[in-house]
C-alpha cells in the first residue's frame, strides 16, 4: 500500500481540545518532489507538519485521526523516535542550539543515532551536511566556535545542515525563510532544491509566498480551514487553479 | 502638552527612586549598624575574631570560631542535600508538567513554600532527631534543605522557563526523548539561572535561624565538624548573644551580623556575576 509514494497522507483530522483545525486531509507525494503547503494564516499548515512526524505527540490536548505512511511505514503505529529519524524537520525561526559549537549542532542528530562509527565518519557527514546547507564555506574555520555568532539567515541554513545530517527520507521546513533577508532566502532555496534532486529527498514546505512555490516546487496544496482545497502540479494549478481561493492567493488577494 | 508631559516622567522617576530608596533603607541602616558595631569587635579581636571560640560571659574576648565553620558546613551539606533534590523537581515541573508526578511536586513544592520555617524544624525535630536521639548537623542541614528547596526550585524553574519552546521542539524533531531534551538542551541553555538559583539557595540556608533551634544543638564552645553531632551557627549565635545580658556577648553578635552580612554579600555578587551575560 503506498510503496511507491514517500508520503501517503489519508483522512488526517487533528483537534486541539474540542476545535478541529485538520478536517480530513489527504494527498500523496512522489519521492524526490518538493511540495509547497500554502494557506492563510491559521488555516493548519503547522498542524500538518507536527502530525507527520508526530511532534503533536507533545501536544498535550492534540487528538489526531488517519493515517500518515512515510515511504510505506505507518507513522502513527511505528516507534516515533525511528519516524523523526526518518523525517527532519526546519522551523520558521533559525534555532540552533546555542550551547553547542556550530560542528557539535550537525552532529549531534548523527551521535544521536550512532550513525557514524568513527571521528572520521562522523567529520564527513557533518561537512557534508554544511555543504548540502551551502554553508560549508563560510564555517569550515570556525567548526567550533559558538553558532550564536553567524548571521539569522546563517543560523537558519545550519539548522538546516543539522536536520540534513540524519540523511531524512522526508524534510519538514515550517516557513524557513520567513524571518531572513533574501540573498540567504535564495540560498536556503536553493539547497532544497539540490537535496531533492541530488539526494533524492522528498520536501514539503510550507510557504506565504507564491513566488517561493512557484520557484521551487514541484507540486502544491492549499489548506483554507483545515481542508485541502487544492492540490497538484505546480505549473498546473497556477496556470488553471481549480478553486476560487487559489486562483485569488495566487494573484496576491486573500 | 509636551511639558506637562516631561514633568510627569520626572515626577514617576523621582517616585520610583524614592520606592526604591525605600525599600533599601532597613538593609542599608542594618549594613551601617553592623559596620559600626561589629567593625570595632572584629578590629580589636583581630584574627582571633575567626579563630576562637566565643568567650564566657563578662570576659572582654571575642571569637566565632564555632558558629562560622557550623554555618559554612551546613551551607555546603544542606546545599548537597537541597540541590539535587530542587533539580530534579525543577525539571519535572517545567519539563513534564501534565505527568502525574510533574504536578504532584509542583503541589508540594508550593506548599513547602508557605510553611513556616519553625514547623520545618520541628517536623525535622520529631522526624530526625528524635530517632537518632540528639541534635546533629546533618539534621540541621536536612531541615536547611526542605527550607530552601522550594526556593531553589522556583528560581531553576524560571530558568528553564525561560528556555524559547524552538529549541525544545528542535531535540524532538531529531528524535530525542523529552527528558534527554531537558537534560542535553534544556538545562545547559538555562546554566547561569540554574547556579544563580543555587546561590539563592545557599545565601537562604546561611541566613536562617528558625530552621536550626530545635536540630541543631549548640556546640559554641568546642569546634564539632562530625555530622551526626550537634553543631553552632552565626544567625543562630546571633540570635542568643543578641539577647544575652552581658555586653561582650552583645558584642560578640554585633561582629557576628558583619561577618553574615559579609558572606551574603559575597553570594549576591557571585549571582550577579552569573546573572550577567545569561544567553539568549
Ligand atoms: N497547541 C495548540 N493548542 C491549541 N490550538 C492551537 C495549537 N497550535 C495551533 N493551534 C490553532 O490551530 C489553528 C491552526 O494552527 P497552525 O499553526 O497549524 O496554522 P498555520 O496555518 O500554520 O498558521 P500560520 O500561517 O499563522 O503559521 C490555529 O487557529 C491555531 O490557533
Ligand atoms: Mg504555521
New interface residues.
Partial sequence: MGGSYALLVEGLKVWYGRRQVLRGISFKLPPSSILAVMGPSGSGKSTLLRAI?R?LD?V?DARVEGRVEVFGLDVYRENP??V??LV??V?Q?P?P???MSIYDNVA??PR??GLAKSRDELDRIVEWALKAAMLWDEVKDRLHEPP?KLSGGQQQRL?LA??LA?KPSILLLDEPTANIDPTNARRLEESIRRVAVEDGVTVVMVTHTPQQALRISDYVAFIYEGKLVEFGRTREVALNPSHKLTAMYFRGEL | MAEVRALLDILFKGCVLLIAFLALVPVLHLTLAAIVNGGPVIASAGLKFFTEVPPPPGNRTYGILTSLIGTIELALLSTLVGVPISFMAAVLVVEFP?SRLGRIVRLLSRTLLELPTILIGMFVFTIIVVPLGSPSILAASIALALVMLPYVTTYIETALSSV?R??R??????????A?VAFT?VV??A?RGVVTGILVGLAKAMGETAPLLFTLGRARTSLNVDPLGPGDAIPLLIYDYAQAPYENLREVAWGATLVLITLFLLVYVLARLTIRGV??
Wanted: aromatic residues 10%; charged residues 15%.
Fill in positions: 512526524n511532534l507533545y498535550p523516535y525511528r523523526r529519524r527532519g524537520m522551523f525561526t534555532n542550539f546555542p550551547h549531534v542528530g544521536l543515532h550564536t539548522s543539522r536536520a540524519l | 501534565h524559547p524552538t529549541y521542539e528542535a531535540g524532538l524533531a531529531l528524535g530525542m526523548t523529552k534527554r538542551i545547559p541553555i546554566v544567553r539568549v
